[in-house]
């Protein structure tokens, strides 16, 4: 019998986990965070991803488009020029990353004027 290699996160079936699982890599929200305002290139994103490596950069950036949620169009110019924005398939997600900001603020930032609050 031939064993077939196979993607464990194509068996999930769980639309959470299978949504958990694409986006629980290190950046990867904040890479589709940064893309909601638009068109970016690659030093744009590494710049505004300080401590992020190029390499995990271009992981990232590479993961998300194999998933559909990202376009990179790359132009035939010297030096060549890659941009990169979100697909339908991402845009869709700009609600769960606004929920996780809401939550983030009602919940987890400690800001000075929470504090006056209490």
């Known amino acids: 019998m031939e064993l077939l290699p196979t993607n464990p996160i194509n068996e999930i079936i769980c639309p959470v986990a299978r949504t958990a699982q694409i986006l629980s890599g290190k950046w990867t929200i904040l890479i589709i965070r940064d893309l909601t305002t638009g068109i970016k290139r690659f030093n744009q994103l590494e710049r505004s991803l300080q401590g992020i490596s190029p390499k995990t950069l271009s992981e990232r950036l590479r993961t998300l488009e194999e998933e559909g949620i990202i376009i990179r169009t790359t132009f035939a110019e010297v030096p060549p020029r890659v941009e990169y924005e979100l697909s339908e398939k991402g845009r869709d997600l ?25």
Request: glycine share 8%; proline share 0%.
């Open 94 to 118: 700009v609600g769960v990353i606004e929920s996780m900001r809401s939550y983030g603020t009602q919940w987890l930032c400690h800001c000075a004027d929470k504090e006056q609050d209490k």
